[in-house]
Nanobody, 125 residues
């Protein structure tokens, strides 16, 4: 139906930067809100940031001023620019999207939330 594919994770030193991308494909009529979550080993998944279709953003306190979420609606893609990375940012990062689905006639036909497979971000001290 819908696939979300993340990229851009990797290993970086403290203070470094990474840019994550998440591209959606499949039976997409439009995407309302897009999310970035993360899950560190042994911890619960937590919301990092989200962005609405109108570009309104919200961030977790832990990343405010360091991370920036953005999106390209034409490409069904969401980005997460991560600067001043800290070891505490080490986690698997997942993107999510609230998708309005398209039927075979390209008309809206329901909706659902979809998730990517995750990408590892490791920040060394």
């Amino acid at each position: 139906q819908v696939q979300l594919v993340e990229s851009g994770g990797g290993l970086v030193q403290t203070g470094g930067s990474l840019r994550l991308s998440c591209a959606g494909s499949g039976s997409i009529f439009s995407i309302r809100t897009m999310y970035w979550y993360r899950q560190a080993q042994g911890k619960q998944r937590e919301l990092v940031a989200h962005i609405t279709i109108y570009g309104r953003t919200n961030y977790a306190d832990a990343v405010k001023g360091r991370f920036t979420i953005s999106r390209d609606n034409a490409k069904n893609t969401v980005y997460l620019q991560m600067n001043s990375l800290e070891p505490e940012d080490t986690a698997v990062y997942y993107c999510g999207a609230d998708v309005l689905l398209a039927n075979s006639e390209n008309r809206m036909d329901g909706g659902n939330r979809f998730w990517g497979q995750g990408t590892q971000v490791t920040v060394s001290s």
